[in-house]
């Protein structure tokens, strides 16, 4: 069985989903959204949902924190703490920074061509020269801390409002102040000019919006609202909403406050001409999502509303349907499911009380309400994918059904403490079980037909252990359940919630139980930091495997069986032989405990979330991994079957240069002593021939082999000729100081050597002559 199954040996990777929005300012360019962190700003790809682009600096304890930022698609601006205002590139790239005088932080900030307005706390507001970094004009007037700084689409005029509602409007040539407009009894949050350029629409918390006229002391109209309006974007010339259809006469808004419903208004005539029916919620009343801020994108004629929950939900004007939807901060992610044909989805439960649906291309999310306590595990059916399951602090247990959307077909509400776990049945959606802090062990009755929202029926209830179960799961073939508690062990159950046995063994609580999912057997892992094998027929433990340091808090069989996939408290995630016990691969992206693990029903990918808020999609590369290797090889053999066919026939400034560049050094200095040993002139017309990178890179090669006496002569050699070529100006080595460094130590070593054993020979040859006989004859 082993050898048919591919196991596995390396995940990377695939991409990483994290809070690119926390708050504060948001805007758009293009297809994509430029969002504010407390130190960086994300560039979101509106197509797959990723983060294209990252500008400023990861958040530590020393960051340079933003304040605000603006940009115009192709350069960036940011206001920090320090009191610094930094300039970036379309690339993510710091090229300028300057100091921003505002006496206190900077509220908002403007850019137009190559200047800059901020507005701040000071009621000041700054005009820059980008050019120059230097502040050309300080508008005064305002009253309180500058919330809103706009600049004319066509004249040279700028307009501010601060605490006061006021709105004043000057010229940005001469600096003089031109008109101030009074009307608002309460902060001004949104200017906005009309497609025309002859007017201006202001809205406020004094919940009224007003349309002026340029240099008119009295407003043209007073629109009420009953709301606080955060937010208002002028619509197009020519747009369409459902059922209606716009006049080029008259000017439009959409606005959005604090009941997050966004509304449609014709300004000119004082109506509401639409307002968003499937709306982000009833009412503010019911904690309501208010609205923060509109973002318009003309070419594709979308409306985006950004909540104050850091969701952002794309509208298209014609039909105003959520085309998709991303959330900006998606806080501690407790469980993970993957559910839909192919995995198609991933169900998240977050800190909240709200399930994330995630469609897995695009990151485009959906939002499903329900619950009314944090939701605290997720199950999907394996013989129906589309069928979710989760439970939550609010005692209760929800079906979810996906179809076009996800909708709850189906409640269960027998349960007195919150449901820590749920568990589908293994072979049909007719049965699932729970279990709760009420310390109970429950199976429920499943609906075959899904007409509006059911109520679920318990049909068996057993008190199962002693102190909080942390997990529940179903074996393959339905007949056995098995859960983990905080009293330190794993209990085995009949379909009818009949006690089989008691798995004793963990030192510490016991977070997750599993079966395998051809054999009799079992995992659990535990706060004692170590994962157990049992065996389920006589409940003996058959391995202890030992590896992560601190609590293991998920594991799960993959490879048939064969290996173990674990996540624990340290951030880490292992893969385990199940065959050698030991550890074979450690994964570490996350930053703090991995409560969520969800494997792809091919087992191609895993995807793992936890407390750092961290979203993060595993690929399997093994194969391609393989593949690689293989195919390096191949290349391997290539290329030393060349470089022996060059040396054969003689031809050794190719099979030079060629293991040269394959980087080769001990090939290099056996066709070098090959080149010496034909005729050393020889070598010196050799290395005459190659290029400069390449002499540099043998004078490298020669450097390594002057370390080894037995190598020394030949490093020697080139040595000397590459010195001499230095020397005449025919070559110019790269970095040549350090070179000198590394080769003179080892060379004085070999001179003091050889000196020694010149001495040693004369002194030997001076012995032997003593040592001829006398030639007495001669005498």
């Known amino acids: ?60 304890e020393d960051s340079d924190l933003i304040q605000t930022f603006t940009t115009d698609g192709s ?9 610094l205002l930094k300039l970036w590139n379309q690339n993510g790239e710091l090229e300028k920074m300057w100091k921003y005088i505002h ?51 066509t004249e040279e005029e700028i307009f501010a409002t601060g605490d006061d509602g006021k709105i004043l409007h000057w010229d940005l040539e001469t600096g003089e102040l031109k008109k101030i407009y009074e009307r608002h009894f309460s902060k001004v949050t949104s200017i906005v000019f009309t497609h025309d350029k002859t007017h201006f629409i202001s809205s406020g918390r004094d919940k009224v919006m007003i349309l002026w006229k340029f240099m008119e002391d009295t407003p043209l109209k ?52 639409y307002v968003q029916d499937n709306s982000l919620v009833t009412s503010a009343k019911e904690g309501g999502i208010a609205i923060s801020r509109l973002l318009l994108h003309p070419e594709s004629k979308t409306l985006a509303v950004v909540t104050v929950e850091q969701n952002i939900v794309l509208h298209h004007l014609k039909s105003f349907a959520c085309t998709k939807q991303f959330i900006g901060f998606i806080d501690e992610i407790l469980d993970i499911a993957l559910m839909g044909v192919d995995d198609s989805h991933i169900a998240v439960a977050t800190n909240s009380c709200d399930i994330k649906v995630y469609e897995n291309s695009t990151m485009n999310c959906e939002i499903l309400k329900g619950h009314t306590d944090i939701v605290l595990s997720l199950s999907v059916s394996k013989t129906n994918p589309n069928l979710l399951l989760s439970s939550s602090k609010d005692n209760s247990i929800r079906l979810w059904l996906r179809t076009y959307n996800v909708v709850c077909v189906a409640v269960g509400k027998r349960h007195t403490g919150s449901i820590g776990s749920c568990f589908f049945s293994q072979t049909s959606e007719r049965w699932a079980v729970t279990v709760s802090a009420d310390s109970s062990l429950k199976k429920w009755d499943l609906p075959t037909k899904y007409e509006g929202i059911v109520s679920l029926s318990c049909s068996t209830t057993e008190t199962s252990h002693e102190k909080d179960i942390n997990c529940i799961t179903v074996s393959p073939n339905d007949k056995i359940i098995g859960t983990a508690s905080q009293d330190k062990t794993a209990r085995l159950w009949n379909e009818n919630l009949k006690l089989i ?226 020397q005449g100006g025919e070559f110019k080595p790269s970095n040549f100081p350090s070179t000198i460094e590394s080769i003179l130590p080892y060379t004085e070593r070999h001179f003091k050597r050889l000196t020694h054993l010149i001495k040693e020979l004369h002194f030997i040859s001076y012995t032997m002559n003593c040592m001829k006989p006398v030639n007495f004859r001669s005498q």
């Open 1 to 60: 069985m082993g050898s048919s199954i591919q196991l596995k040996e390396v995940f990377e990777v695939e991409s990483k989903h994290t809070a690119f929005f926390t708050g504060g300012n948001i805007e758009w360019y293009d297809d994509k959204f430029y969002c504010q962190t407390s130190s960086s700003i994300n560039l979101l790809n509106t197509k797959d949902g990723n983060v294209s682009l990252f500008i400023g600096e990861e958040l530590s």
């Open 75 to 83: 350069r960036t601006i940011t206001s920090h703490k320090s009191g």
């Open 103 to 153: 006496r206190g932080p900077i509220a908002t900030l403007q850019i137009k061509e190559n200047r800059l307005a901020s507005g701040g706390a000071d009621s000041a507001v700054r005009i820059w020269d980008l050019d120059y970094q230097s502040c050309i004009l300080n508008l005064k007037g305002c009253q309180g801390v500058v919330s809103v700084v706009k600049y004319h689409p």
């Open 222 to 273: 007073t629109i009420p609202f009953y709301e606080s309006i955060e937010c208002i974007v002028s619509l197009p010339e020519k747009f369409k909403v459902p059922h209606f259809k716009a006049d080029p006469e008259c000017y439009y808004i959409a606005s959005g406050g604090e009941k997050g419903v966004v509304r449609v208004w014709d300004v000119t005539n004082v109506r509401e001409v």
């Open 501 to 726: 046995g008691v798995l004793r063994g963990h030192k510490r609580s016991v977070w997750s139980i599993r079966f395998s999912p051809v054999d009799q057997v079992a995992i659990t892992s535990s706060a004692d930091c170590t994962i157990r094998l049992w065996n389920i027929n006589d409940l003996g433990c058959l391995k202890t495997l030992e590896g992560h340091e601190s609590s293991v808090l998920r594991a799960e069989f993959i490879s048939n069986g064969l290996q173990i996939l674990s996540s624990g408290a340290d951030g880490l995630i292992k893969l385990f032989s199940i065959k050698t016990s030991e550890c074979q691969l450690t994964l570490d992206e996350h930053d703090g405990k991995i409560w969520a693990l969800a494997i792809k029903k091919d087992e191609s990918g895993i995807v793992t979330g936890g407390s750092d808020s961290n979203l993060i999609k595993w690929r399997d590369i093994t194969e391609e991994k393989k593949l690689e290797k293989i195919k390096e090889e191949e290349e391997q053999v290539l290329q030393e079957q060349k470089l022996n066919n060059y040396l054969k026939s003689g031809k050794y400034l190719k099979a030079l240069k060629f293991a040269l560049r394959l980087g080769k050094v001990f090939q290099v200095l056996n066709i070098i002593k090959e080149i010496i040993k034909t005729e050393e002139q020889g070598l010196a017309d050799t290395i005459k021939s190659l290029r400069d990178d390449q002499k540099d890179d043998l004078l490298k090669c020669a450097v390594n082999w002057n370390t080894n006496s037995k190598n020394c002569q030949a490093a020697q050699l080139v040595i000397n000729i590459l010195l001499n070529e230095i």
